[in-house]
């Protein structure tokens, strides 16, 4: 009888596991979260005016839907895989500031961690769109297996990563960028 109670009990978590990877929020967070990848991995020489525009609206999408996705707790004890190569973060890094040149540049407060935290640093939004663009990748990548446990396991560590310093990364560049939006920038016209 007790076999009978751990099986219905496997299969109660493995049902709840189901809808959660396969709930309509998470199904929706993921389309966003691959079009987002997949914007910044084929940019080329596109319009910069565009591409600020288009990285405003996407952002504000992956933004609104990390908040909808829910939250779980991991089966497995390890971290996910990396599925983004340095080449890769790279490639996005490079891409975004090339596009968009002087713009690429924005003064922040340091962290915590980072010098004096009164003083004020040079960063860029094409280092926050690759980072964030990394942890996507690496969700997207592991979700798409198709492997409840570890489609479960990516959201958990996604989620946590979120609240560490992708979605920070996240605000600071939609906030850099929607600036630039709201001025009319086109870095193909500097000055």
């Not at 020489?45 to 829910?70: M, R």
């Not at 798409?144 to 958990?156: C, F, K, P, T, V």
């Not at 989620?159 to 600071?172: I, N, P, Q, V, Y």
């Amino acid at each position: 009888m007790d076999l009978f109670y751990y099986l219905c009990g496997m299969q109660e978590e493995s049902s709840q596991l189901h809808n959660y990877v396969y709930s309509s929020e998470m199904v929706g967070f993921v389309s966003i979260s691959n079009k987002f990848c997949l914007f910044l991995e084929q940019l080329k020489g596109e319009d910069g005016k565009a591409f600020i525009e288009l990285s405003v609206k996407l952002l504000s999408d992956v933004y609104s839907g990390i908040l909808t996705i829910g939250v779980t707790e991991p089966v497995f004890e390890s971290e996910g895989e990396a599925t983004v190569s340095e080449e890769d973060w790279s490639q996005v890094y490079k891409r975004i500031s090339l596009l968009l040149g002087p713009y690429n540049d924005i003064l922040r407060q340091a962290e915590d961690e980072e010098f004096d935290r009164s003083e004020l640093v040079t960063h860029t939004i094409s280092e926050d769109l690759a980072d964030v663009y990394q942890d996507l990748r690496d969700f997207t990548s592991i979700y798409s297996r198709g492997i409840e446990e570890l489609m479960n396991d990516a959201a958990w560590e996604l989620r946590e990563h979120f609240a560490e310093h992708w979605g920070k990364k996240l605000l600071r560049s939609l906030m850099a960028l929607h600036e630039l939006y709201i001025q009319g920038t086109d870095p193909a016209e500097t000055e």
